[in-house]
């Protein structure tokens, strides 16, 4: 009894320095908002396009059957505005028409362009097609090696210009994107060595052919209302958080920009590992530790990517237990930098942080909630002490949430109607009863199978696709 | 227990409250706020815009604050739209504001946004008697004013600010190496001497930049300074800066210090934008030493060798070294365009 009350105290502790942890990190992040809008127009977005120094990006879109939107999505990545501009398609041995459907969109024939072997790619290389007189696009046809992070190998390997920006094939960038999320290099070139752009949830938006978003509105389904507000908790703030710190330790693989000198040298993506993007910023911390280099990993807030998230719990299922997977593999592989203050905060601080509350942190949620039920039903706990757990389990964490809210309101405010910012509320609320749970089990999944060991995969996503203006 | 509970439970109520009304707050205000904005404006840009068109346009007087600062607001987004003589009563308007005077004082304001965007507005509209002021902005301690002063200078275009500006490329407070020679291009041609005078004697960043503006503007009295630096600077990034820029100003006097770099073991970097330029150059003695760097391992050289070759005209020379990718693809490129 006593060892369960104890623990039941635990648990109370962890969960108020979780959420304690995320109100800094908000905090910080809302204070980078405030502070990059008051400055927005002396940003000089203008004159990144025009300079003649603006570094050229290849944007890498690895593709596996995307016959549905792959088309649009070139065309969408093709009119990003930006001067110096390739994109490298990777034609993952898909087994649907993708690749006809851009050949036959693009007039693509097959060219004698090389593709140097200077990253380990274990999916054959097949073809290149170029468009007649235009280097803009590249398509790259390799076989299939089951994993995401063998087609973005192959696509460093193809790619001619200094950044690179790896994008999933279903992702919708805004037109302005590559500006602002390029822009740190550009102010910072010896020092910025990637940097990331915001994902959010493109469920419920209308965009045209040329990736422009016409109209937002919140997603139809509560589950991807739910991932809104998560997305904007975790991806738009927290990693600000981070970034603002210097130890941010995840890139999107659905956005994110880095140089490609140094993504050649950490030796490109993981191929055995399903949490590549992770693995790969943390990589690159190490290699410019080790070669006690100046450098930043930077996060851009404005520069936003559309995705489509799973709006069925099965999918959603799978991509959170394969999430819960590659992080619990990163850790493992890098447990090295754990606590290790040669690695300066992303050591001291993310990795221990990443560690004892999103990997370990599913395990204790849950296990936390049993044992204070148990004490309850056993008479180990009282209710006031259960009531307080809630509070801070539950109801802190609705605060978290409705901050999140509550500063993309006063900063992006991408979400106009009225009846959106009621829906996004509730989402916040409804979160926290029953989702987050949920949640918590897949990830102790994800963490389970990684544990056991085999081989994880990526599993298919079901996509309905963007509305169309 | 139960009193701190209840003190935790309401903290956290009003804390809920609070953001939800902060929320729901901050969207009707912003709402009501772009309203009024907007029905001002409507009023105001087409009598601006008309202004700019035709100097002889009257804009009414501003009667109130709020009227005021529309109005310098517009006719400052407009005069970062327009050029030429549509500026002039622009510019003038803003001085009658006392907006630009405004600014002068504002360089010095105790906030960094104000005083940036004080030099923003004095780039923006060219005005020369704030060249000293933004010289000592260069050196502000935050920096987004640093980085207004530097474009404001280079919008100004005195190249009595090239050396400041080549100066604030180092330190602690230094500013982008990017925007710096943005600025430096601005000020184009007129800033060449004091550019040739730190592609002699600065730092390695300060020879490396002048380097790149040089050729970025054409400096066609540089050809022999930059072919000394080409071959002879100590720093990396210098010799590949005079080397890119030799190829950009695209004029003979550099081809042996390039030829030289491209047939030497250095770096793959300086080989492939000698080659490079050795192509944009057009000099046809270059055409053998072009043709056996097809066969450089480092597959950037032997790309820069073959578009180098065609620019020449030596189709030939690529023709029978059907053995070289980098030589194929440049092969398929001439058929298409020739096919197109």
Same mark, same amino acid.
């Given at each position: 009894?006593?060892?369960?009350?104890?623990?039941?105290?635990f648990?109370?502790?962890y969960?108020?320095?979780?959420?304690?942890g995320?109100?800094?990190?908000? !905090?910080?992040?809302?204070?980078d908002?405030?502070?990059?809008?008051?400055?927005?127009?002396?940003?000089?977005?203008?004159?990144?396009?025009?300079?003649?120094?603006?570094?050229g990006?290849?944007?890498?879109?690895?593709?596996?059957?995307?016959?549905?939107?792959?088309?649009?999505?070139?065309?969408?990545m093709?009119?990003?505005?930006?001067?110096e501009?390739?994109?490298?398609?990777v034609?993952?041995?898909?087994?649907?028409?993708?690749?006809?459907?851009?050949?036959?969109?693009?007039?693509l024939?097959?060219?004698?362009?090389?593709?140097?072997?200077?990253?380990?790619?274990h999916?054959? $290389?097949?073809?290149?097609?170029t468009?007649?007189?235009?280097?803009t696009?590249?398509?790259?046809?390799?076989?299939?090696?089951?994993?995401?992070?063998?087609?973005?190998?192959?696509?460093?390997n193809a790619?001619?210009?200094?950044?690179v920006?790896?994008?999933?094939?279903d992702?919708?960038l805004?037109?302005? !994107?590559?500006?602002?999320?390029?822009?740190?290099?550009?102010?910072d070139?010896?020092?910025?060595?990637?940097?990331?752009?915001v994902?959010?949830?493109?469920?419920g938006?209308? $965009?045209?052919?040329?990736g422009?978003?016409l109209?937002?509105?919140?997603?139809?389904?509560?589950?991807?209302?739910?991932?809104v507000v998560e997305?904007?908790?975790?991806f738009?703030?927290?990693?600000?958080?981070w970034?603002?710190?210097n130890?941010?330790?995840i890139i999107?693989g659905?956005?994110?920009?880095?140089?490609?000198?140094?993504?050649?040298?950490?030796?490109?993506?993981?191929?055995?590992?399903?949490?590549?993007?992770?693995?790969?910023a943390?990589?690159?911390?190490?290699?410019?530790?080790?070669?006690?280099?100046?450098?930043r990993?930077?996060f851009v807030?404005?520069?936003?990517?559309?995705?489509?998230?799973?709006?069925t719990?099965?999918?959603l299922?799978?991509?959170?237990?394969?999430?819960?997977?590659?992080?619990?593999q990163?850790?493992?592989?890098h447990?090295?930098?754990?606590?290790?203050?040669?690695?300066g905060?992303?050591?001291?601080l993310?990795?221990?942080?990443?560690?004892?509350?999103?990997?370990?942190?599913?395990?204790?949620?849950?296990?936390g909630l049993?044992?204070?039920?148990?004490?309850?039903?056993?008479?180990?706990?009282?209710?006031?002490?259960?009531?307080?757990?809630?509070?801070?389990?539950i109801?802190?964490?609705?605060?978290l949430?409705?901050?999140?809210?509550?500063i993309?309101?006063?900063?992006?405010?991408?979400?106009?109607?009225?009846?959106?910012?009621?829906? $996004?509320?509730?989402?916040a609320?409804?979160?926290n009863?029953g989702?987050?749970?949920?949640?918590?089990?897949?990830r102790?999944?994800?963490?389970?199978?990684?544990?056991?060991?085999?081989?994880?995969g990526?599993? !298919?996503?079901?996509?309905?696709?963007?509305?169309?203006? | 227990?139960?009193?701190?509970l209840l003190?935790?439970?309401?903290?956290?109520?009003?804390?809920l409250v609070?953001?939800?009304?902060a929320?729901?707050?901050?969207?009707?205000?912003?709402?009501?706020?772009r309203a009024?904005?907007?029905?001002?404006?409507?009023l105001?840009?087409?009598?601006?815009?008309?202004?700019?068109?035709d100097?002889?346009?009257?804009?009414?007087h501003?009667?109130?604050?709020?009227?005021r600062?529309?109005q310098i607001?517009?006719?400052?987004?407009?005069?970062?739209?327009?050029?030429?003589?549509a500026?002039?009563?622009?510019?003038?308007?803003?001085?009658?504001?006392?907006?630009?005077?405004r600014?002068?004082r504002?360089?010095?304001h105790?906030?960094?946004?104000?005083r940036?965007r004080?030099a923003?507005?004095?780039?923006?509209?060219?005005?020369?008697?704030?060249?000293?002021?933004?010289?000592?902005?260069?050196?502000?301690?935050?920096?987004t004013?640093?980085r207004?002063?530097?474009?404001a200078?280079?919008?100004i275009g &005195?190249?009595a600010?090239?050396?400041?500006?080549?100066?604030?490329?180092?330190?602690?407070?230094?500013i982008?190496?990017?925007?710096?020679?943005?600025?430096l291009m601005?000020?184009?041609a007129?800033?060449?001497?004091?550019?040739?005078a730190?592609?002699?004697?600065?730092?390695?960043t300060?020879?490396?930049?002048? %380097?790149?503006?040089?050729?970025?503007?054409?400096?066609?009295?540089?050809?022999?300074?930059?072919?000394?630096?080409?071959r002879?600077?100590?720093?990396?990034g210098?010799?590949?800066?005079a080397?890119?820029?030799?190829?950009?100003?695209?004029?003979?006097?550099?081809?042996?210090?390039l030829a030289?770099?491209?047939?030497?073991?250095?770096?793959?970097?300086?080989?492939?934008?000698a080659?490079?330029?050795?192509?944009?150059?057009?000099?046809?003695?270059?055409?053998?030493?072009?043709? %056996?760097?097809?066969?450089?391992?480092?597959?950037p050289?032997?790309r820069?060798?073959?578009?180098?070759?065609?620019?020449?005209?030596?189709?030939?020379?690529?023709?029978?070294?059907? &053995?070289?990718?980098?030589?194929?693809?440049?092969?398929?490129?001439?058929?298409?365009?020739?096919?197109?």
């Amino acid at each position: 009894m006593a060892a369960l009350s104890g623990f039941d105290w635990f648990v109370l502790a962890y969960f108020l320095a979780l959420n304690l942890g995320y109100l800094l990190l908000f !905090a910080i992040a809302a204070a980078d908002f405030a502070r990059s809008f008051r400055r927005a127009r002396m940003a000089g977005h203008e004159r990144i396009f025009s300079s003649p120094l603006t570094p050229g990006v290849t944007v890498i879109v690895p593709a596996y059957n995307e016959a549905r939107s792959i088309v649009q999505s070139v065309h969408s990545m093709l009119a990003l505005h930006y001067p110096e501009l390739e994109v490298v398609v990777v034609d993952d041995g898909s087994t649907d028409d993708s690749f006809e459907l851009l050949r036959a969109e693009f007039g693509l024939l097959r060219s004698a362009r090389s593709v140097p072997p200077l990253l380990p790619v274990h999916g054959a $290389i097949e073809s290149v097609h170029t468009i007649p007189g235009d280097d803009t696009l590249v398509v790259v046809r390799k076989a299939n090696a089951g994993r995401r992070s063998d087609a973005c190998n192959a696509g460093l390997n193809a790619a001619r210009m200094p950044l690179v920006c790896m994008v999933d094939a279903d992702s919708v960038l805004d037109p302005e !994107a590559l500006l602002r999320v390029v822009k740190p290099f550009v102010d910072d070139p010896e020092r910025v060595v990637a940097a990331g752009g915001v994902v959010r949830v493109g469920n419920g938006a209308t $965009i045209d052919d040329r990736g422009r978003l016409l109209d937002l509105v919140m997603p139809g389904s509560w589950l991807a209302r739910i991932q809104v507000v998560e997305y904007l908790r975790s991806f738009l703030l927290g990693r600000t958080g981070w970034a603002r710190l210097n130890a941010l330790m995840i890139i999107s693989g659905a956005f994110g920009v880095y140089r490609r000198d140094v993504v050649l040298d950490a030796g490109g993506l993981d191929l055995d590992s399903v949490g590549e993007d992770c693995e790969l910023a943390i990589r690159i911390h190490r290699l410019m530790r080790h070669g006690r280099r100046a450098y930043r990993i930077a996060f851009v807030a404005e520069p936003v990517c559309w995705t489509e998230v799973p709006a069925t719990l099965r999918d959603l299922r799978s991509q959170r237990v394969r999430w819960s997977r590659g992080l619990a593999q990163v850790l493992r592989r890098h447990r090295a930098m754990l606590a290790n203050p040669r690695y300066g905060l992303v050591g001291l601080l993310a990795m221990p942080y990443y560690l004892a509350f999103e990997a370990l942190g599913a395990m204790v949620e849950l296990v936390g909630l049993a044992a204070v039920l148990t004490g309850l039903v056993l008479g180990a706990v009282n209710l006031p002490f259960a009531l307080l757990f809630a509070l801070t389990a539950i109801v802190l964490g609705v605060v978290l949430s409705v901050s999140a809210v509550a500063i993309e309101e006063w900063s992006f405010h991408r979400y106009r109607r009225w009846r959106d910012l009621g829906l $996004i509320l509730a989402a916040a609320l409804l979160e926290n009863l029953g989702y987050r749970q949920l949640h918590a089990w897949w990830r102790c999944r994800g963490l389970a199978e990684e544990l056991a060991g085999g081989r994880a995969g990526w599993g !298919a996503l079901h996509r309905h696709g963007f509305e169309r203006g | 227990m139960l009193s701190a509970l209840l003190w935790s439970a309401g903290v956290l109520s009003g804390v809920l409250v609070a953001l939800v009304a902060a929320a729901a707050g901050r969207k009707g205000v912003r709402a009501v706020l772009r309203a009024r904005r907007d029905a001002l404006e409507a009023l105001l840009r087409p009598r601006l815009m008309a202004l700019a068109v035709d100097s002889n346009e009257r804009v009414p007087h501003a009667g109130s604050r709020r009227v005021r600062r529309c109005q310098i607001r517009l006719a400052w987004e407009l005069l970062r739209r327009v050029r030429g003589d549509a500026r002039r009563p622009l510019v003038e308007l803003l001085e009658q504001l006392g907006e630009i005077a405004r600014a002068r004082r504002r360089t010095r304001h105790p906030g960094a946004v104000m005083r940036a965007r004080a030099a923003t507005l004095l780039g923006d509209v060219g005005d020369r008697a704030a060249v000293g002021q933004l010289v000592r902005l260069l050196a502000d301690r935050d920096a987004t004013a640093r980085r207004a002063a530097a474009v404001a200078l280079g919008q100004i275009g &005195d190249p009595a600010a090239v050396p400041a500006l080549l100066r604030a490329l180092a330190g602690v407070r230094r500013i982008s190496a990017t925007v710096i020679a943005e600025a430096l291009m601005e000020i184009g041609a007129r800033g060449h001497e004091p550019l040739v005078a730190g592609l002699r004697a600065g730092s390695a960043t300060e020879r490396r930049i002048a %380097a790149t503006v040089l050729g970025l503007t054409g400096a066609v009295a540089a050809v022999s300074d930059l072919a000394g630096a080409a071959r002879g600077d100590p720093d990396p990034g210098v010799r590949a800066g005079a080397i890119e820029a030799l190829g950009r100003i695209g004029l003979s006097g550099g081809e042996h210090a390039l030829a030289q770099t491209l047939g030497s073991s250095g770096v793959g970097a300086e080989r492939a934008a000698a080659a490079a330029a050795l192509g944009r150059i057009g000099d046809p003695a270059a055409i053998p030493l072009l043709a %056996a760097a097809l066969d450089d391992p480092d597959e950037p050289v032997a790309r820069a060798a073959a578009s180098a070759l065609v620019l020449l005209g030596a189709d030939a020379e690529l023709a029978i070294r059907v &053995d070289r990718p980098v030589a194929v693809e440049q092969l398929e490129r001439l058929e298409r365009a020739a096919a197109a």
